[in-house]
């Protein structure tokens, strides 16, 4: 090595050792450990105290003839890494005041054993007489197992933290991977070459200082910075997988390994086997539920305090419920929601109906069909409604008395599958039950799994109410839609009803008049016309036959004049311009007509009763007013157009009403203007239909 390149060295390895130690010992001196986590302060203290005892002893190497210097850097190098990777894997467990986790010891173990491996080989070439500075090649790629493994755990840790950890995570995982990273590119260099990059080896000090700013940052950020570094669950389940696949890589690849060098004449047929092998073991664990319903229960119980990660199950619960909008399938999304929870491959809900009092299966999941139904008042009913305990059929059969005086039911008992049967309870209401059936895999009912399960029955079962809530609503309002549609039948007979009154009434005293008889012969014949076309409405909807079109209202106005003569009233006619709108004649004429009932309703004998027809701003105005007993601004601003709300002593407000939804269907608007005592003048405005009776294109005149 040149003299450039020891100075570099030099002052990379003291820069190393000192920034390692002094970090050290401000951790220890700031306290910035003490919330942590044992374990995990442990190995972060012993991985900076030797990787500052590397640096120290690979500076020693360089500039000092010690013996035994290069041999005790190689090997602090090796603890170093350890320590690290120990330091990374204690982050795998899901509460960090825990002991730990199943899996962090297995890393622990395996991240150790790759040390020890090491250790060996570096033990191996001194008693061959090999120095330290003369690694083989099995050294090197030893060597380069270690940072890759780490960076891998690195990117493990980064990937599986929520957005608010990575904050805190980044400093610390971006020095780690700058001293990974560097590594890797050693020793893979190295290794394709058979010597050290001279240059490269000479900076390694100083690149693995680069970390402590990085680690330095982290902590300054929070007083507790490597308890925010914890990691989920999934993240563990993750790595687990992980960590599997790589032991089996890596077994085949010891097999081949053996098989290259070993295996003689039958090596190539072992070759096949075990890919046989592999593929048939990856195509259980792709496709076997059972064996992947084994993993996660296997994970669960070993490897955390905990069985469930809460967040994640009440989150793609919540997601399952609200994705489903009609009750069939709602029903069955609650049952398979509660299913996947422990492990259930099949289902059934079972709801209740008002009317009947008792309850039946509704919805199924995997599973048969069952006629039977369960009375509301029933045992089995009244104990979950009262207690509200998820019934555990196998612990039942062999210890009823836990259960009180509680009865199960034929059907129920005569299940072969069945296993739990969890409440669904949304305040004091029993919604139904969910019967689930016996796991794949047999799994321990704790107070975690009934708190989880009688927790999410009780979410779902406020899912069911609230759709069923919804359905009657619906249906009221399918009733209030029928009931409004009679309402409106019942007024237009009933004005029909008055007008044929009348008639009668005038026919005692008029019937030798000849006029009469024709104007009675005439109102008979509409009133049929009126009739025969409710009918016809009532039938084919609420929109009458025939679409709008321009209708003159001059007309209109003195058929009602002369209607109104008729009884022995006068409705005087102020303006009558020659206007027309967009509509239906019959409903115009019916909303006009209404308005001018009103009014000779409101009015003594002796008042005024006025209609005008004119053009304003490009719209028709039409005006009904009286002089008759008036409304109060509270009526008008709150009732009038509303359905069932009326001055009159007799009437349902119905026609107001209507006469203002049509109006606003035709793009109308309508003002009121009313007094009490003095009377009401309605005006309403109508687009106005224009017609043309001549052409603006002048003939074209020769040139």
């Avoid at 360089?62 to 690290?84: E, Q």
Wanted: glycine content about 10%.
């Amino acid at each position: 090595m040149s003299t450039a390149a020891i100075d570099v060295a030099d002052f990379g390895y003291t820069l190393a050792a000192l920034s390692h130690g002094a970090f050290a010992l401000y951790l220890l001196v700031s306290k910035r450990l003490q919330r942590a986590d044992p374990a995990s302060a442990s190995a972060c203290i012993a991985a900076l105290a030797t990787t500052a005892l590397w640096a120290l002893l690979a500076g020693l190497a360089d500039n000092w003839t010690i013996r035994g210097a290069p041999g005790l850097a190689a090997l602090f190098d090796l603890l170093r890494y350890g320590a690290w990777l120990a330091f990374l894997m204690s982050f795998l467990r899901q509460n960090p005041g825990s002991q730990l986790a199943g899996l962090g010891q297995a890393l622990r173990w395996g991240g150790g054993a790759s040390v020890l491996a090491g250790i060996g080989l570096l033990g191996l070439r001194a008693v061959q007489g090999h120095g330290a500075d003369e690694p083989s090649r099995l050294q090197i790629a030893v060597a380069l197992a270690l940072p890759v493994f780490g960076l891998l755990m690195v990117e493990q840790l980064f990937r599986n933290l929520g957005e608010g950890t990575r904050w805190h995570a980044k400093p610390v995982c971006l020095g780690l991977c700058c001293v990974f990273a560097f590594d890797i590119y050693l020793y893979a260099e190295a290794l394709l070459f058979g010597h050290f990059d001279v240059d490269a080896f000479s900076v390694r000090g100083a690149a693995h200082a680069m970390a402590i700013p990085f680690l330095f940052v982290a902590a300054r950020r929070s007083t507790n910075w490597i308890v925010k570094l914890q990691v989920s669950r999934t993240a563990a389940f993750y790595s687990a997988t992980l960590i599997l696949a790589g032991a089996y890589l890596l077994f085949m690849a010891a097999i081949g390994y053996y098989v290259r060098y070993f295996g003689g004449d039958w090596g190539r047929a072992l070759q096949v086997s075990m890919l046989v092998a592999g593929l048939a073991f990856l195509g259980m664990l792709v496709f076997s539920g059972s064996l992947r319903s084994w993993l996660r229960v296997f994970v669960g119980k070993h490897f955390f305090s905990y069985r469930y990660d809460y967040r994640e199950e009440w989150l793609r619960f919540t997601a399952m419920l609200s994705s489903q909008r009609s009750p069939q399938e709602m029903g069955e999304q609650i049952v398979r929601g509660l299913a996947k929870m422990v492990e259930s491959p099949a289902g059934s809900l079972w709801t209740g109906h008002t009317a009947e009092g008792e309850f039946s299966q509704s919805a199924v999941w995997n599973a048969p069909r069952v006629n039977a139904v369960e009375a509301a008042d029933s045992s089995l009913c009244s104990f979950l409604h009262e207690q509200g305990w998820v019934i555990d059929l196998d612990e039942f059969r062999d210890s009823p008395q836990r259960y009180g005086t509680l009865t199960l039911p034929t059907w129920l008992l005569g299940t072969p599958s069945g296993w739990l049967v969890v409440p669904l309870l949304a305040g004091a209401e029993l919604q139904g039950f969910v019967l689930l059936a016996r796991p794949l895999t047999p799994i321990s009912i704790n107070w975690e799994v009934l708190d989880l399960i009688k927790t999410a029955g009780r979410q779902a079962a406020g899912y069911l109410a609230q759709m069923q809530a919804t359905e009657a609503l619906l249906e009221a309002r399918k009733f209030e839609a029928f009931n409004r549609m009679s309402a409106f039948v019942v007024h237009d007979l009933k004005n029909i009803v008055a007008q044929l009154s009348l008639m009668l009434k005038n026919a005692e005293r008029l019937h030798d008049n000849l006029e009469f008889q024709q104007d009675m012969l005439l109102t008979v014949e509409s009133s049929l016309e009126k009739m025969r076309r409710l009918m016809l409405q009532l039938r084919e909807g609420a929109a009458p036959t025939g679409g709008s079109r321009g209708v003159e209202l001059a007309p209109i106005v003195r058929r009602l004049a002369a209607t109104v003569s008729a009884q022995g009233r006068t409705l005087e006619i102020s303006t009558l311009d020659r206007l027309a709108t967009r509509g239906h004649d019959d409903r115009l004429e019916r909303v006009i007509g209404h308005l001018v009932q009103n009014a000779l309703e409101a009015t003594p004998a002796t008042g005024r009763v006025w209609i005008g027809v004119t053009r304003y701003s490009g719209q028709v105005e039409l005006q009904v007013g009286d002089t008759g007993a008036g409304m109060s601004e509270e009526f008008v601003r709150n009732r009038l157009f509303r359905p069932f709300n009326t001055t009159k002593h007799s009437g349902m407000g119905i026609g107001t009403y209507e006469s203002f939804q049509y109006i606003r269907e035709l793009g109308g608007t309508m003002q009121v203007d009313s007094h009490v005592g003095e009377g009401t003048v309605m005006t309403v405005f109508l687009p106005l239909f224009e017609t043309h009776r001549g052409s603006d294109l002048m003939p074209l005149g020769p040139r």
